[in-house]
Structure formats: C-alpha cells, structure tokens
C-alpha cells in the first residue's frame, strides 16, 4: 500500500506540474491522446500488411491471407499494397497535425510560464523582490522558462510513442501473446533497470539550474559596474569571478548532457538484445507461419523503438524538470508575499503619523527602533543622518514598501494598511537617488504607463520639474527618444525627469531620496526652484545631505543609530542639534531662513 501511494502522490505532483505549464489537461491530453492512437493502429496495420506482402512476394505467390485477431482477409499484392500506403498516408497526416499541435502548446506553454512568472513578480512584495540578485529575473525568464517548457514538451510528445507502444504490443498480442506478454515485461525491466540514472541526471539538473542563476547574477553585477571595471581597471578580477561561475555550471552541465545521451545508447543495446531473445523463443517453440513471424519481428523491433524513445524522453524530463520546478518555486514564493491591501481610500489633505514604529530585517539587528512623529498636510520635512542610520528603511516604510514589525503607520488618523493599495499608489510618489529612465519617449518616461495621465498633466508637470525648455529644445520635443544608458540625456536632465513622473500624477505625498546629490549647479537650482514652488501644496519627505536642499524644509528629523535624535525646525537645529551643526559646518552653508 505505502508503494502504491507513492505512486500516487508522484503521479499528483506530475500533473500537477503538468498543469502549470499547460494548462488545463483533460482536454488537451485527450486530443493529443486519440490522435497518437489512430497513428498507432496505422502503423501496426502498415507493418502487418508489409511482412505478409513480402513474405507471400517471396514464395511467389499473388496473394496473401492477412489474419490479424478474428479478421481474416485474402487479397492480391497490389491490393495489399494501395492498402498498406493508404494507412501510411493517414499515419503521416495524424503525425503531422499531431506534431503541430504539440508545437503550438509547447509555444502557448513557454508564454504562458513567461506571464506568470513575470506576473507573480509584480504583485510581490518589495521585501521579496529586493532580495533577487542581479540578472535572478530575466535568468528565470530566459532560460528557465525555455527548459521548463521543454518539460511541457516532453510530456505532450510522450504521449504519441506511448499510445503507439501499447498499440503494437496489442497487435503483437494478436499475433502472438507470448511473445508479446515477453517484450512487455522485458520493457518494464529495463525501464527499472535504467531508472536510477534518470534520478542522477535529476540532480545534476538541479546543480545547473541554481549554478545558471548564480551565474546570471554575476554577470548583470558586472555589466552593472562597467563603468567602473574600466576607471579602476578590475576587468580581469571580474573575468575571474565569471570564470568561477561558468566552472560552477559546467560540470553539472556535462553529467546531465552525458547521462542524457548514453542512456538512450544503452536501452537501445538492451531492447536489441531482447529481440533476439524473443526470436529464440519463437525458435523454441516452434513458429510455423513465417508472414506472422515476420509481422511479429516488424512489431516488436518499432515497438521497442518506442520504449526507447519513452525512456529517451523519461531522461530529458529528468533533465529539464528543475527548472519547471524552479519556476513553481519562485511563482509561489512570490505569491505568498503579495502585501495584504485595505480598502479604504486615502484621505484627502491628511496628516501623517508613525507611532512608536519598529523595524528590522532580521532577529540580529533593529534598524528603526521605537520612532515616532507626527507631520502636518504640506509640510516639507529633511531627513537626515549618519550612514546605517536607518533613512533608507523610513523612506520605504513611508512609501509602503515594507510594513512595520511594531507600531502604527497613520495617514488622516488611518493605519495606512486599511488604505487600499491602488488607491495609495495614485497619491503617492517617489523620486529615488538614481535616476531611471525606460527606453521611450520623453512623454512614455513621464507618463509612466499610468493611462490617466493626459498630455497637458505631462507638460504641467515637466514646467514644474523645470526640464519643459530642454525638453523643446530637443528633436522632436516630448517625442524624442530617451533611455538609461543614452549619452544625449545628462544625469541632472534624468533627474528631473523622473521629478516630472512624480509629478504628473498630482500627488499628495512625495519623497525625494537625494534628489541633488550629484548634480552639476545648474541641475540643482532647478530643482531647488521645483522643490521651492511645490512647498505647502504636496507633504514632502526629502532624505538629503547638501543644506541647499534642506534649506527649503520646514523641519528637519535627525536619524541616530535608528532613532529620532530631534526633529525641529533648522534655525533651532543649528542651535542646539550636534549631527546638524556638525554637518553645516562641514558644507559651509548655513539654511535659509525662508
């Protein structure tokens, strides 16, 4: 019983597997499985019809007496023959459509895993997203996809060998159950005798799926510091961690291709060794009509053809198959982390809170620690600190990103997670401290795929960004094509166009994490001007170390060792606030009263 409910359970997760790539089953199994069956029992009876032809073509005779099971039928040669190339002709049409219709889910299959890996990632949370590694998505897009597909593919093309196996072994029961009840049990063994070499290229499998993504990993890295590879010239120190990462796949890489290539070589030795058994029965036992002999030899070798192909496809599964089981893994993990929405909306003009809020990304260590504060609609508020001070992880807690371990998040008086997600991201934006454009036009960039987003927002809000008369003065205007890695669009001109996306949608609440931190002047005082000009109409957070910029807010929260050290105004900072003053001092600026 334990045996057969092993059986089962592996049978469960095969379909369900199966399901993940294909879709629905039943449906399509049935299809593929009807059209491999009619192909079946037109090979058989092409194989039955071609021994006897040739074996009555050998005595001389005109005719022959074809026998299969209680059918028994005399016809002439030429008869035979129409009939046989008729079968034929319809076994070639059932495999062609049979070929397109695996085809065309083995095509359907890879996008659909493409969809719903992609999908899954998206509705993730930040926590989960932020710790793939560099190149761990588009790794599972490409190549994972692909394999596991492969998989799909594997499965659906099994179908035909396996219907046209069982077929043949039926007509050679016909023929001579003996032997056939003999080749099928020899087929069985040697599918067992072969089995643990399926589980060794399983695992090697398993080996070239992680070293695959730890080697996509390194190479989006270095791709990511190439700039920096050729100022401090570390080409070769990179070309050696590659290197270690290509040796890491490609020993795994080598067992699987080897055990997938030589296990077909050996069942093929095996089933050859069979025939001849079986021939050595027949010999045995005394077989008279030699037509049959020769339908049955015919029967037995395509369909020990079959077994090989069965078990050729059994060793690629177990190839592919950690990938598809990869795939399910990562679709699961980010589906369990999707962040819980409310369903209120956002208050309009509301205040914000954080009450005694506590964070941290592991048991070891607190990155925020009991911190609270309460801001008025339409302040302007500095954030600022040491490194490690905790202002990366407020700036994602304000944003949503992550939610606290302790304490309450209050938009209006709301916990902001009864604030339904859709609704917050509309009245919400964030310009980070790298700039990052798509490869589109300048209105594609500012819009942002957000359909409500009219052109006259997108004018309104690249004027307020202070970037409109750049934009103009450029081929094409709003048309003209920019990109992240395009040298026409300077690194101040990026910044301010992704000030605009912010922008565009009106916001209620926007955070600017180093808005002007390496910007030339002329950058800078623009969007000083922005940021002057947006003061009291929209809340703002702005995590920032140049007093220019904190010049503009109305107070300032000081971050220790993550915990609000003071949070007041800058003239009173300047006075009595030791990190501030420290800081002033350092930049030789002192804030602006206004």
Same mark, same amino acid.
């Given at each position: 019983?334990?045996?057969?409910?092993?059986?089962?359970?592996?049978?469960?997760?095969?379909?369900?597997?199966?399901?993940?790539?294909? $879709?629905? @089953?039943?449906?399509? *199994? !049935?299809?593929?499985?009807?059209? =491999?069956?009619? /192909?079946?029992?037109?090979? %058989? #009876?092409?194989?039955?019809?071609?021994?006897?032809?040739?074996?009555?073509?050998?005595?001389?005779?005109?005719?022959?007496?074809?026998?299969?099971?209680?059918?028994?039928?005399?016809?002439?040669?030429?008869?035979?023959?129409?009939?046989?190339?008729?079968?034929?002709?319809?076994?070639?049409?059932?495999?062609?459509?049979?070929?397109?219709?695996?085809?065309?889910?083995?095509?359907?299959?890879?996008?659909?895993?493409?969809?719903?890996?992609?999908?899954?990632?998206?509705?993730?949370?930040?926590?989960?997203?932020?710790?793939?590694?560099? $190149?761990? @998505?588009?790794?599972? *897009? !490409?190549?994972?996809?692909?394999? =596991?597909?492969? /998989?799909?593919?594997?499965? %659906? #093309?099994?179908?035909?060998?396996?219907?046209?196996?069982?077929?043949?072994?039926?007509?050679?029961?016909?023929?001579?159950?003996?032997?056939?009840?003999?080749?099928?049990?020899?087929?069985?063994?040697?599918?067992?005798?072969?089995?643990?070499?399926?589980?060794?290229?399983?695992?090697?499998?398993?080996?070239?799926?992680?070293?695959?993504?730890?080697?996509?990993?390194?190479?989006?890295?270095?791709?990511?510091?190439?700039?920096?590879?050729?100022?401090?010239?570390?080409?070769?120190?990179?070309?050696?961690?590659?290197?270690?990462?290509?040796?890491?796949?490609?020993?795994?890489?080598?067992?699987?291709?080897?055990?997938?290539?030589?296990?077909?070589?050996?069942?093929? #030795?095996?089933?050859?060794?069979?025939?001849?058994?079986?021939?050595?029965?027949?010999?045995?036992?005394?077989?008279?009509?030699?037509?049959?002999?020769?339908?049955?030899?015919?029967?037995?070798?395509?369909?020990?053809?079959?077994?090989?192909?069965?078990?050729?496809?059994?060793?690629?599964?177990?190839?592919?198959?950690?990938?598809?089981?990869?795939?399910?893994?990562?679709?699961?993990?980010?589906?369990?982390?999707?962040?819980?929405?409310?369903?209120?909306?956002?208050?309009?003009?509301?205040?914000?809170?954080?009450?005694?809020?506590?964070?941290?990304?592991?048991?070891?260590?607190?990155?925020?620690?009991?911190?609270?504060?309460?801001?008025?609609?339409?302040?302007?508020?500095?954030?600022?600190?040491?490194?490690?001070?905790?202002?990366?992880?407020?700036?994602?807690?304000?944003?949503?990103?992550?939610?606290?371990?302790?304490?309450?998040?209050?938009?209006?008086?709301?916990?902001?997670?009864?604030?339904?997600?859709?609704?917050?991201?509309?009245?919400?934006?964030?310009?980070?401290?790298?700039?990052?454009?798509?490869?589109?036009?300048?209105?594609?960039?500012?819009?942002?795929?957000?359909?409500?987003?009219?052109?006259?927002?997108?004018?309104?809000?690249?004027?307020?960004?202070?970037?409109?008369?750049?934009?103009?003065?450029?081929?094409?205007?709003?048309?003209?094509?920019?990109?992240?890695?395009?040298?026409?669009?300077?690194?101040?001109?990026?910044?301010?166009?992704?000030?605009?996306?912010?922008?565009?949608?009106?916001?209620?609440?926007?955070?600017?994490?180093?808005?002007?931190?390496?910007?030339?002047?002329?950058?800078?005082?623009?969007?000083?001007?922005?940021?002057?000009?947006?003061?009291?109409?929209?809340?703002?957070?702005?995590?920032?170390?140049?007093?220019?910029?904190?010049?503009?807010?109305?107070?300032?929260?000081?971050?220790?060792?993550?915990?609000?050290?003071?949070?007041?105004?800058?003239?009173?900072?300047?006075?009595?606030?030791?990190?501030?003053?420290?800081?002033?001092?350092?930049?030789?600026?002192?804030?602006?009263?206004?």
């Amino acid at each position: 019983m334990s045996a057969l409910g092993t059986g089962l359970r592996r049978f469960a997760s095969a379909r369900a597997k199966a399901e993940f790539a294909l $879709g629905p @089953l039943p449906r399509q *199994m !049935a299809v593929l499985g009807s059209l =491999a069956v009619l /192909a079946g029992f037109f090979e %058989a #009876g092409v194989l039955a019809l071609m021994a006897q032809v040739a074996y009555s073509m050998a005595q001389g005779h005109g005719g022959a007496d074809v026998e299969i099971g209680f059918v028994k039928v005399h016809a002439a040669v030429p008869w035979l023959l129409a009939a046989a190339a008729l079968l034929a002709a319809l076994r070639l049409g059932m495999q062609w459509f049979l070929a397109w219709r695996t085809a065309r889910m083995n095509a359907r299959a890879q996008s659909r895993l493409m969809r719903k890996l992609f999908h899954a990632y998206t509705r993730a949370s930040w926590s989960v997203q932020s710790r793939d590694g560099e $190149g761990h @998505l588009q790794e599972m *897009m !490409a190549s994972h996809t692909r394999s =596991a597909t492969q /998989a799909a593919m594997i499965v %659906a #093309g099994a179908i035909s060998p396996f219907a046209s196996f069982l077929i043949l072994v039926a007509s050679a029961v016909v023929l001579s159950p003996l032997i056939a009840l003999t080749v099928a049990v020899a087929a069985v063994g040697i599918f067992l005798v072969l089995r643990p070499f399926g589980r060794a290229t399983r695992k090697q499998a398993a080996l070239h799926s992680s070293g695959s993504l730890a080697l996509a990993d390194g190479v989006g890295e270095a791709v990511r510091l190439t700039e920096e590879m050729h100022v401090y010239g570390t080409a070769t120190q990179h070309r050696a961690r590659v290197d270690r990462l290509v040796e890491r796949v490609e020993q795994p890489y080598f067992r699987t291709q080897f055990l997938s290539m030589s296990v077909p070589a050996l069942h093929q #030795g095996l089933a050859l060794i069979l025939v001849i058994l079986g021939l050595a029965v027949l010999y045995a036992v005394g077989a008279e009509d030699l037509g049959a002999l020769g339908a049955i030899v015919l029967i037995l070798v395509r369909a020990l053809s079959y077994g090989q192909q069965l078990q050729t496809a059994y060793q690629k599964l177990n190839d592919v198959a950690p990938f598809l089981d990869r795939i399910q893994k990562e679709v699961r993990r980010y589906d369990d982390s999707v962040q819980r929405s409310g369903d209120l909306p956002v208050p309009p003009r509301a205040d914000i809170a954080f009450e005694r809020v506590s964070f941290s990304y592991d048991e070891r260590q607190t990155v925020l620690e009991d911190v609270s504060f309460h801001v008025e609609a339409g302040e302007t508020i500095g954030i600022v600190g040491l490194s490690g001070a905790g202002k990366s992880t407020l700036v994602q807690l304000l944003l949503r990103l992550r939610e606290p371990d302790a304490g309450r998040y209050l938009v209006g008086g709301i916990d902001v997670r009864e604030i339904a997600l859709e609704a917050w991201q509309q009245r919400v934006a964030y310009v980070s401290q790298e700039p990052r454009l798509l490869n589109g036009t300048v209105a594609e960039n500012i819009r942002y795929f957000r359909e409500e987003v009219t052109d006259e927002d997108i004018e309104r809000a690249a004027r307020l960004a202070h970037i409109h008369d750049e934009v103009m003065a450029w081929p094409g205007g709003y048309e003209h094509r920019v990109g992240q890695r395009l040298d026409a669009v300077s690194g101040g001109q990026r910044q301010r166009l992704c000030l605009a996306r912010a922008l565009a949608g009106r916001p209620e609440i926007l955070v600017l994490d180093e808005p002007t931190s390496a910007l030339d002047p002329h950058s800078e005082v623009a969007i000083q001007r922005s940021l002057e000009g947006l003061r009291g109409s929209v809340t703002m957070f702005i995590v920032a170390h140049r007093m220019s910029t904190l010049s503009s807010c109305d107070r300032i929260m000081v971050l220790e060792d993550g915990r609000v050290a003071a949070f007041d105004t800058p003239a009173n900072l300047e006075r009595v606030e030791g990190y501030y003053r420290a800081t002033l001092a350092l930049a030789g600026a002192a804030p602006d009263p206004a």
